[in-house]
């Protein structure tokens, strides 16, 4: 229940947000929805004049379509067949009292008498305002298809036997002409247009839609709150509240059935008998779950990162934005520049400068207790949405938890461009999308990706081992440069050195005092390749050593034979200036003993060992530029090699 408790926290902390309208990365609208409330997509505008008469209609645009209305407990949860009028914006079959008569078909019952009958009692309580009553003044009379079939230009379109048409067809063509709005605006029949209201107003200036009137929303709540259910203990607050059984579905979009709380099944097969009533093993009063769902399905819209359907959120009780524990540090805005300025941190020297670009976001808030949250959700089935993942800490936890995983899985990476498209290097973790690219190629599947980010959460926020077979699978990849393009090996080999890094904990430069095997090995094919591409000059081919990786990292010793003698050639062509190479290959090689120079197969540490030697051996400015192997041909460093 703590996720319940900490989302209704959320929602009473940005009270003052409730139905304000913001835009999503989409230019979509949302906003903080009033409790009573939810969101539903429009298909016809209706105008009413102050005395309760019909003004005007419009079909409305689908960049517009997206309207808040009020809703009772059974509206919100209704299907099929079931009667549950919205309380005042819904479809032609409940608003339209002359809906039969055009032709409408109805499963059981008419809805609009139940709809009018709900309508009128709230436009006859104490609560009601004048835009309420002038809209019920006119749906009372039972004419809105005539009026909107009369309109001029005409909204809904009748046959020769003036019933609606069901669709648009070569027949409704030669009678009307071209195909109206309508048809384009709804999916199906013209009869499952949902209609919304407002009235009419001469000063547009000043002129708020019944839909976006918090006069409207208030109005609504107090008249609801009076009838709502009996009392009962709420298991979030611990207080004694009107309670309900009925909860929010719309969590990540407005088509969304799943719900996350949902005791609808009485055959049994819920409860196994460990529960004579749903009561008994969940009570949660209306106004936590109104709260708590509409401040999720707000921050999802805010913040939330959807990828197949499942939602990665990360928010602070009392400040929203917080440090994503998926991105990588280079998405974390202005801090990262300070920390990308050195070339050769060591990890404690990383997470110390790391902490202190950190130290503005940390200090935006004195009380270091304030919480922040994780949490990922994700639906199995149609109706059934889960909590796969949460975590409630104090944000120090948290920062020094991020901290931990930006220097622990730290390396030197090349792959991002910065705001005018130019090419960057920043030091750090890599954010877990990426990884899952590393990991399974760039065309892997939003279910590959999706799972991979939820397996790396414990990882960073609970100081996990990464998964091995993650960590395997970058490194095959990276081990093999043939297989995929120069710019992306280069970016999978970087990826790949930080996820064997957070176990090894290595620094990016290079030491020449580990006398691992796996990492002399990996040295030894970092002085080949770069000795090789050195000798090629403007040759563009890749280096033996490139060729050789994969079977080098299977079978060292026998590849390496074959790797040494094919550098014979280009010792031949640069006669004294291959000395030093060769003097390099020497004093690395004179460091294995004999008994570990065999084709056991090499551990991952030697990506750590290719690539730090690798680094040492191109000048800072060519390795600061570099985003493609392609660019670093010809720019070897000779003088790095003492004679």
């Known amino acids: 229940m703590s996720w319940l408790l900490n989302l209704y926290n959320t929602?009473?902390?940005?009270?003052?947000?409730?139905?304000?309208?913001?835009?999503?990365?989409?230019?979509?609208?949302?906003?903080?929805?009033?409790?009573?409330?939810?969101?539903?997509?429009?298909?016809?505008?209706?105008?009413?004049?102050?005395?309760?008469?019909?003004?005007?209609?419009?079909?409305?645009?689908?960049?517009?379509?997206?309207?808040?209305?009020?809703?009772?407990?059974?509206?919100?949860?209704?299907?099929?067949?079931?009667?549950?009028?919205?309380?005042?914006?819904?479809?032609?079959?409940?608003?339209?009292?002359?809906?039969?008569?055009?032709?409408?078909?109805?499963?059981?019952?008419?809805?609009?008498?139940?709809?009018?009958?709900?309508?009128?009692?709230?436009?006859?309580?104490?609560?009601?305002?004048?835009?309420?009553?002038?809209?019920?003044?006119?749906?009372?009379?039972?004419?809105?298809?005539?009026?909107?079939?009369?309109?001029?230009?005409?909204?809904?379109?009748?046959?020769?036997?003036?019933?609606?048409?069901?669709?648009?067809?070569?027949?409704?063509?030669?009678?009307?002409?071209?195909?109206?709005?309508?048809?384009?605006?709804?999916?199906?029949?013209?009869?499952?247009?949902f209609v919304r209201f407002d009235v009419y107003s001469p000063d547009k200036k000043i002129h708020i839609p019944v839909w976006?009137?918090?006069?409207?929303?208030?109005?609504?709540?107090?008249?609801?709150?009076?009838?709502?259910?009996?009392?009962?203990?709420?298991?979030?607050?611990?207080?004694?509240?009107?309670?309900?059984?009925?909860?929010?579905?719309?969590?990540?979009?407005?088509?969304?059935?799943?719900?996350?709380?949902?005791?609808?099944?009485?055959?049994?097969?819920?409860?196994?008998?460990?529960?004579?009533?749903?009561?008994?093993?969940?009570?949660?009063?209306?106004?936590?779950?109104?709260?708590?769902?509409?401040?999720?399905?707000?921050?999802?819209?805010?913040?939330?990162?959807?990828?197949?359907?499942?939602?990665?959120?990360?928010?602070?009780?009392?400040?929203?934005?917080?440090?994503?524990?998926?991105?990588g540090f280079f998405d974390y805005g202005e801090e990262e520049a300070e920390v990308s300025k050195a070339i050769s941190y060591t990890n404690p020297e990383y997470a110390k400068q790391f902490a202190k670009a950190l130290d503005g976001y940390r200090g935006r808030i004195a009380n270091p207790h304030v919480k922040v949250n994780i949490l990922v959700l994700d639906s199995a089935t149609t109706g059934r949405m889960a909590v796969l993942y949460y975590r409630n800490m104090d944000k120090e936890i948290y920062i020094n938890r991020l901290i931990d995983w930006h220097s622990s899985c730290m390396w030197l990476h090349r792959y991002r461009k910065d705001d005018i498209g130019k090419a960057v290097q920043y030091y750090g973790a890599p954010a877990t999308k990426d990884i899952a690219f590393a990991a399974?190629?760039?065309?892997?599947?939003?279910?590959?990706?999706?799972?991979?980010?939820?397996?790396?959460?414990?990882?960073?926020?609970?100081?996990?081992?990464?998964?091995?077979?993650?960590?395997?699978?970058?490194?095959?990849?990276?081990?093999?440069?043939l297989a995929i393009e120069s710019w992306e090996w280069e970016k999978t080999l970087s990826i790949a050195c930080s996820l064997i890094n957070r176990r090894e904990r290595l620094d990016v430069a290079l030491d020449e005092s580990i006398d691992d095997r796996s990492y002399l090995f990996g040295r030894l094919l970092a002085v080949a390749d770069v000795f090789e591409r050195f000798a090629l000059e403007d040759e563009k081919r890749a280096t033996n050593a490139i060729r050789y990786m994969n079977a080098f990292s299977r079978h060292p010793a026998r590849t390496w034979e074959t790797i040494q003698a094919s550098l014979q050639p280009y010792q031949a062509k640069l006669g004294v200036r291959a000395t030093k190479w060769v003097k390099l290959i020497d004093e690395i090689g004179s460091r294995l003993p004999i008994e570990?120079?065999?084709?056991?197969?090499?551990?991952?540490?030697?990506?750590?060992?290719?690539?730090?030697?690798?680094?040492?051996?191109?000048?800072?400015?060519?390795?600061?530029?570099?985003?493609?192997?392609?660019e670093l041909r010809g720019e070897i460093k000779d003088d790095h090699i003492e004679s």
């Open 212 to 327: 976006k009137d918090p006069e409207m929303y208030q109005s609504f709540i107090c008249y609801y709150n009076e009838r709502l259910g009996d009392e009962d203990l709420c298991y979030v607050t611990g207080k004694s509240l009107p309670a309900t059984e009925k909860h929010a579905n719309k969590i990540r979009n407005a088509a969304d059935k799943a719900k996350l709380i949902s005791s609808n099944d009485t055959s049994g097969f819920t409860y196994r008998g460990r529960f004579a009533e749903s009561g008994e093993a969940a009570n949660i009063s209306y106004e936590v779950s109104q709260k708590a769902h509409n401040a999720l399905k707000w921050l999802i819209n805010r913040q939330g990162k959807m990828i197949d359907q499942r939602v990665f959120l990360t928010w602070g009780n009392e400040e929203l934005d917080q440090l994503d524990p998926d991105d």
């Open 11 to 193: 929602y009473k902390s940005n009270s003052d947000q409730v139905g304000v309208i913001e835009l999503t990365r989409n230019e979509r609208e949302y906003t903080l929805l009033p409790v009573s409330h939810t969101t539903q997509n429009a298909h016809i505008e209706v105008l009413i004049t102050e005395s309760g008469e019909f003004h005007s209609a419009t079909v409305i645009d689908k960049n517009n379509a997206n309207t808040l209305i009020p809703c009772t407990e059974d509206s919100a949860s209704r299907a099929g067949s079931k009667i549950a009028p919205y309380p005042l914006h819904d479809k032609l079959s409940y608003v339209a009292g002359d809906y039969v008569a055009y032709g409408g078909q109805i499963k059981k019952e008419e809805p609009f008498p139940h709809y009018i009958q709900q309508l009128a009692a709230w436009a006859e309580s104490p609560y009601a305002t004048p835009k309420l009553k002038s809209i019920y003044a006119y749906l009372r009379q039972g004419r809105l298809i005539e009026d909107l079939v009369q309109h001029h230009p005409r909204i809904l379109y009748i046959d020769s036997n003036k019933k609606l048409i069901d669709k648009w067809d070569k027949q409704a063509e030669q009678h009307y002409g071209d195909k109206p709005p309508i048809f384009s605006a709804v999916a199906g029949e013209q009869t499952s247009a």
């Open 440 to 481: 399974y190629g760039p065309k892997a599947s939003e279910k590959v990706v999706k799972g991979l980010m939820e397996r790396m959460l414990p990882c960073i926020i609970d100081g996990r081992s990464i998964p091995q077979d993650i960590v395997s699978s970058a490194a095959r990849r990276a081990s093999n440069p």
């Open 596 to 630: 570990s120079f065999t084709n056991k197969p090499l551990s991952n540490i030697y990506l750590l060992g290719y690539y730090s030697q690798r680094h040492a051996l191109y000048p800072p400015k060519a390795a600061a530029q570099q985003t493609q192997q392609s």
